[in-house]
């Protein structure tokens, strides 16, 4: 099966720093990527939708200046948490689906990458 | 985004099938019903989708009620490795966006 790969696995980080996250697509291409949050215990929450070649699109209530999303190319975006704070420690996930995305397709998720700010 | 329901929790003991349900009674004609689940500390994983019809594949079933406002997964023998938390997702035919409700915890007794 499609496989998505997160890079890093794990990032502790001082607070007022910024952090990139990576997010692959090792096997496929994807014009869609997207961007999840998950505190302890919760469900995950969709931040935005990362378009190959195009500005995100981001969620209501996601600051897109705190969580700078770039998709330059098909098999890669990544996700910036600038001047983070221990309030954005959080688990992020990615998906991805292949090729153009449809809603009757699968997404393939990352396996996260855990942040924490002190 | 149409809405689901699930029971907070399940528990079921290993090799047995499990039945997890799912209402969704404010369906429309082009949202896809798909379930995912994921493990501690994993990002989630794709079980099944459907449409109108029944459908199978290696890891699960999907039985879909006839006014679709209800659907069922079906773990054929559960194992310890099911044991996880199952989200039912409408998707919308015009968007391909997952919005993951709270979920339901599956507990696997061996």
């Known amino acids: 099966g499609a496989v998505v790969s997160q890079h890093p696995s794990r990032v502790i980080c001082k607070s007022g720093t910024s952090v990139k996250i990576e997010c692959r697509s090792l096997?496929?291409?994807?014009?869609?990527m997207f961007w999840y949050r998950q505190f302890p215990k919760k469900s995950l929450m969709l931040m935005a939708t990362?378009?190959?070649?195009?500005?995100?699109?981001?969620e209501q209530g996601v600051e897109k200046d705190k969580f700078l999303i770039n998709h330059a190319s098909l098999t890669l975006s990544t996700l910036t948490v600038t001047s983070a704070h221990p309030e954005d420690s959080s688990f992020y996930i990615c998906?991805?689906?292949?090729?153009?995305?449809?809603?009757?397709?699968?997404?393939?998720f990352g396996p996260g990458t855990r942040l924490l700010v002190l | 985004d149409a809405k689901t329901t699930q029971p907070n929790s399940m528990e079921s003991n290993e090799e047995e099938p499990v039945h997890l349900p799912c209402n969704h009674s404010?369906?429309?004609?082009?949202?896809?019903i798909h379930w995912y689940r994921q493990l501690p500390s994993q990002g989630p994983e794709y079980v099944i989708h459907g449409l109108t019809s029944n459908v199978n594949n290696r890891m699960a079933s999907l039985a879909i009620a006839e006014d679709r406002k209800s659907s069922t997964l079906i773990l054929h023998r559960a194992t310890l490795r099911d044991a996880a938390v199952y989200y039912c997702i409408l998707v919308w035919g015009g968007s391909e966006k997952l919005v993951f409700g709270k979920g339901m915890k599956l507990t696997v007794n061996p």
């Open positions: 404010t369906i429309s004609g082009t949202d896809y």
């Open positions: 998906s991805a689906q292949v090729g153009v995305p449809k809603p009757q397709e699968t997404q393939y």
């Open positions: 096997d496929f291409q994807a014009t869609t």
């Open positions: 990362s378009n190959e070649g195009s500005k995100a699109t981001y």
